[in-house]
Nanobody
Framework: QVHLVESGGGSVQAGGSLRLSCVAS????????MGWFRQAPGKEREGVAS???????SYADSVKGRFTISHDNAQNTLYLQMNSLKPEDTAMYYC?????????????????WGQGTQVTVSS
């Protein structure tokens, strides 16, 4: 069983930065997808960024050029560097992982999730 723990969320003003971390423990997939997803109140969970075990990344159009996803294999830690934050980035952010089968950016394909970390951006 995979255990994921996110951290790094908080409250910032628009234009600020945050770095989210997600530590994976327990069973980890050798060939994997890992992703960051977010859910705002009243909205569906959406993909933010994903990375696979080959280092291939994908980003939602709304965060391209502002967010960077990375993975430290030695530390089993997934990161999301978020710059130039906007109020519309406010949401609960979740990390998830799955075997690298199918696309990595679709949240409906993931079964292993962390508990989430809140990001609030004020204008």
């Amino acid at each position: 069983q995979v255990h994921l723990v996110e951290s790094g969320g908080g409250s910032v003003q628009a234009g600020g930065s945050l770095r989210l971390s997600c530590v994976a423990s327990g069973y980890t997939y050798i060939n994997y997808c890992m992703g960051w997803f977010r859910q705002a109140p009243g909205k569906e969970r959406e993909g933010v960024a994903s990375i696979d075990s080959n280092g291939v990344t994908s980003y939602a159009d709304s965060v391209k050029g502002r967010f960077t996803i990375s993975h430290d294999n030695a530390q089993n830690t997934l990161y999301l560097q978020m710059n130039s934050l906007k109020p519309e980035d406010t949401a609960m952010y979740y990390c998830a992982t799955k075997p690298r089968r199918g696309v990595c950016y679709d949240p409906s394909l993931y079964n292993d999730w962390g508990q989430g970390t809140q990001v609030t951006v004020s204008s």
